[in-house]
């Protein structure tokens, strides 16, 4: 153990580390430390955590810092975000180090350490459009450039829009991003926990690099509406007197299209009817067709949102 026989800074609530002149300091008795890209010029020495969870390789020594300044109290959670020189945490629960964090990391105390020392986010520290820091924010955003930092728990991102790849970098838990949009890949890094990130179904998005656990990425499915082009009820809505063939389709539950062999999300069955009416009404019918199947890669009518209006967009994926 350092030797914590320094000055106390007595503090409540959560803190902030951000401009400390007197180093080593030390951070005691918090609950979560999240610790942000490029915060530390110097080494980040936990004496004792519950879970690390970091994408800083824990291999710093440990070597034994004299602390020159104690920051301790009440505290609830810890936000490190400039600091000329080392860190030493005591008796904390959880810390989560983002990429390049550090200069190192010496994690000997912690009773378990998560880290994937595969890719690392590119766009770290500065290029990132919308940041969120902290605890239970919600932030709105519409067609950001190149990327979303969350650092925290339980903070919920929402993108409309999406026009471009993005990517996302989660420093916490409980955290929540949902992406909608018509174009882009979307790439995700966790470090921390039970985070989610959702895109929407004209989107693609996979994990990158997960330094912890139990964290999700999904795609939503196209709806059948994208390859709807004339609902039933509209077909028949336009049946006033007279004969009239009519087309439409209806979704289906099915999860290969028997049309073109694809693995698909939106299924549709086309429909015919060639029928005397009256007021929307079959009371004669010539020929009710047959059935045929497609699906948002051979029909004719999927309408990449692209090619939608602001409207239809919005429609399609209601
Ligand atoms: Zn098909």
């Not at 810890?78 to 180090?97: A, M, Q, T």
């Not at 790439?187 to 656990?213: H, Q």
């Not at 049309?259 to 429909?271: F, M, P």
Request: charged letters at 30%; hydrophobic letters at 35%.
């Amino acid at each position: 153990m350092t030797d914590w026989n320094a000055p106390t800074d007595r503090q409540s609530g959560d803190v902030r580390l951000s401009g400390e002149r007197q180093t080593p300091v030390g951070l005691g008795a918090t609950e979560d430390v999240f610790v942000a890209p490029g915060s530390i010029d110097g080494t980040l020495h936990v004496e004792d955590a519950e879970y690390v969870f970091t994408d800083v390789p824990a291999n710093g020594t440990a070597s034994d810092p004299t602390v020159r300044k104690a920051i301790t109290g009440d505290l609830e959670d810890g936000y490190v975000e400039d600091v000329p020189g080392d860190v030493v945490l005591r008796n904390v629960e959880d810390v989560f180090v983002a990429h390049e964090a550090a200069n190192a990391l010496d994690a000997s105390g912690a009773e378990q350490v998560f880290h994937d020392d595969g890719t690392a986010p590119t766009a770290v520290p500065d290029g990132f459009d919308v940041t969120l820091s902290g605890w239970q924010h919600a932030r709105e955003t519409r067609d950001p450039r190149n990327g979303i930092l969350i650092r925290g728990a339980k903070n919920d991102v929402h993108v409309t829009e999406a026009s471009r790849d993005l990517t996302v970098y989660i420093i916490g838990w409980d955290n929540e991003v949902r992406i909608e949009g018509h174009d882009g890949d979307v790439t995700v890094f966790f470090v921390g926990r039970d985070n989610e990130v959702r895109v929407g179904p004209y989107l693609s998005a996979s994990t990158a690099a997960e330094s912890g656990y139990d964290n999700r990425v999904a795609v939503d499915p196209i709806p059948p509406e994208a390859v709807i082009e004339t609902s039933k009820d509209e077909a028949f809505d336009h049946a006033t007197i007279g004969r009239h063939k009519l087309t439409w389709q209806e979704p289906t539950d099915k999860e290969w299209c028997p049309n073109c062999g694809s693995e698909a999300d939106a299924v549709v069955k086309r429909r015919q009817k060639d029928a005397f009416f009256v007021f929307s009404v079959a009371i004669r019918s010539y020929d009710d067709g047959g059935v045929s199947y497609e699906c948002e890669h051979c029909s004719p009518h999927a309408v990449g949102p692209v090619s939608l209006s602001e409207d239809e967009r919005r429609n399609v994926l209601r």
